[in-house]
């Protein structure tokens, strides 16, 4: 078998407290000197990730760096155990950085080893309201100043307290409240983070209608695929897609959705399904079925470069989540990219295109962060988050 001398040498982990939550960042080494980064962000698991990586690591030194198919193959098979967040976010990270050695070593962006460009910017969606709802139309009024052209809200976990009538009239009222204060150019997404029984996300559905978002995120939990049907036509029937699959780990996990046609926008995320090499054979996958793909990506930097890029590469990318820590995100990249109003500019550069700062991310260390990952019925009872 015919391979390079660049060997992994070293991986190694690195943590740090983003502003909201925390980043867990892994470095590849190679035995000529080169390095590429991933990104292995987990909320609240991010030890037991880091753990992972560190266990997978070891089986992967001497390898060749540049062979990204078959140590994607070696990490996903060899261990017996695959799949689920934990073992699938050591291999994303890892493939990201091979990746980004791949592109440091042959001089060109990962976008360019994976077929393109395809398209000259990344198009961008941004948060508002998410953990405060009563700052969503400060937030999208400025945001929109700002350049936004897509907002994306819902998620509101503090509803769980209330009753399902008085939920959905929150929600009314918070969607109302959007749409006026952003005018009829701006598009509306709606993330229900799978909280819903079916019945109860159709019943959201025809709430949300007279808003006209574009889409709504994760109407039901992930578990069950095939409940989505009801709630996929319910939503068509007022033009509003169904997009989901942050949750889900493989283009085997997404098979079954995308071959009965109940969603539109598959989220695959950059750090959980499997890297660069998995996601792109998700996105192709979802071509077939005429599905677009917008990368799931509430993360760092990395996860961030790594999805900007696979975007770049295929031909059905629809948008990309962007959420910006600042100012630590500045503080530990050098050289950042540029976010011009609602485009991401990839730049020209070599790999992924991102190079951090070590002692930022030391000098900052992992915190309780401020995502809510508790939910409670009236009663007492366990809700999802």
């Not at 109860?200 to 007279?210: G, V």
């Not at 530990?332 to 790999?351: M, N």
Request: charged letters at 25%.
């Amino acid at each position: 078998m015919l391979e390079s001398t660049t060997r992994i040498s070293a991986i190694d982990t690195f943590s740090t407290f983003g502003g909201v939550r925390n980043w867990l960042f892994v470095r590849v080494s190679t035995s000529d000197g080169l390095h590429g980064w991933g990104e292995a962000s987990t909320e609240l698991w991010e030890s037991t990730v880091e753990s992972a990586v560190h266990e997978l690591g070891r089986r992967l030194l001497g390898a060749d760096a540049l062979a990204t198919e078959p140590l994607w193959q070696r990490a996903n098979r060899h261990g017996f155990w695959r799949g689920g967040v934990v073992l699938t976010t050591a291999l994303s990270a890892i493939d990201q950085a091979l990746w980004d050695i791949r592109g440091r070593f042959h001089g060109v962006p990962v976008y360019r080893l994976l077929g393109g460009p395809a398209r000259s910017w990344i198009e961008t969606y941004r948060h508002v309201g998410i953990y405060d709802a009563e700052q969503l139309a400060d937030e999208a009024r400025a945001l929109v100043a700002a350049g936004a052209r897509t907002l994306k809200t819902g998620a509101w976990v503090a509803d769980s307290v209330a009753p399902e009538r008085e939920r959905l009239r929150r929600a009314e009222r918070r969607l109302r409240t959007l749409r006026d204060a952003v005018g009829d150019d701006v598009e509306i997404l709606i993330d229900n983070h799978g909280r819903a029984r079916p019945d109860e996300a159709i019943r959201l559905i025809e709430t949300a209608a007279a808003s006209r978002p574009r889409w709504i995120e994760e109407p039901i939990p992930p578990e069950a695929p095939e409940l989505v049907a009801p709630v996929a036509e319910a939503a068509r029937r007022h033009g509003i897609s169904v997009a989901l699959g942050e949750r889900l780990f493989s283009r085997w996990e997404f098979r079954p959705v995308l071959e009965r046609q109940l969603v539109d926008v598959v989220q695959p995320d950059l750090c959980h399904a499997g890297g660069i090499t998995e996601v792109v054979k998700i996105a192709a996958l979802a071509e077939v079925y005429r599905a677009t793909v917008a990368p799931h990506n509430p993360a760092g930097p990395v996860s961030t470069a790594a999805a900007a890029h696979v975007g770049m590469a295929i031909p059905n990318f629809d948008i990309l989540e962007l959420c910006l820590d600042g100012p630590r995100a500045a503080e530990i990249v050098d050289d950042p990219w540029t976010l011009d109003g609602h485009r991401l500019l990839v730049p020209d550069r070599p790999g992924l295109g991102v190079d951090l700062d070590v002692d930022a991310i030391l000098d900052r260390p992992v915190q309780p962060i401020a995502v809510p990952s508790e939910a409670y019925a009236a009663d007492g009872s366990v809700r999802d988050v």
